[in-house]
């Protein structure tokens, strides 16, 4: 069973930039998908962005699009979210997971990591 671990995550100020990495112990395959959610207390896990392993396409949500990049290091079954012009409103804790098809709902991927916490101040 593959396991994803977050890191990268700390404390900027608005205006700056973090890069969260996402490993996974087992190989990632072309017809997967990679996710990225976040979440804050007692709200839903809100969809990031995505990639299409194989392809290397990425998909965003509106709130994060022009300042959140997502890449794929294939040899090194690695995901990353480089955000820029992070604001306030980005604070939260961000998950990555796993599905087949494309999808926006978190209850259609699996493999959750711990999350890695990414706080920003005004």
């Known amino acids: 069973q593959v396991q994803f671990v977050e890191s990268g995550g700390g404390w900027v100020q608005a205006g700056g930039s973090l890069r969260l990495s996402c490993a996974a112990s087992?190989?990632?395959?072309?017809?997967?998908?990679m996710g990225w959610f976040r979440q804050v207390p007692g709200k839903e896990r809100e969809f990031v962005g995505c990639?299409?392993?194989?392809?290397?396409?990425?998909y965003y949500a509106d709130s994060v699009k022009d300042r959140f990049t997502i890449s794929g290091d294939k040899a090194a079954n690695t995901m990353y979210l480089q955000m820029d012009s992070l604001k306030p409103e980005d604070t939260a804790q961000y998950f990555c997971?796993?599905?087949?098809?494309?999808?926006?709902?978190?209850?259609?991927?699996?493999?959750w990591g711990q999350g890695t916490q990414v706080t920003v101040s005004s």
């Open positions: 997971a796993r599905t087949t098809s494309y999808s926006t709902y978190a209850s259609d991927y699996s493999y």
């Open positions: 087992a190989r990632i395959y072309s017809s997967h998908i």
């Open positions: 990639i299409r392993w194989g392809t290397q396409r990425t």
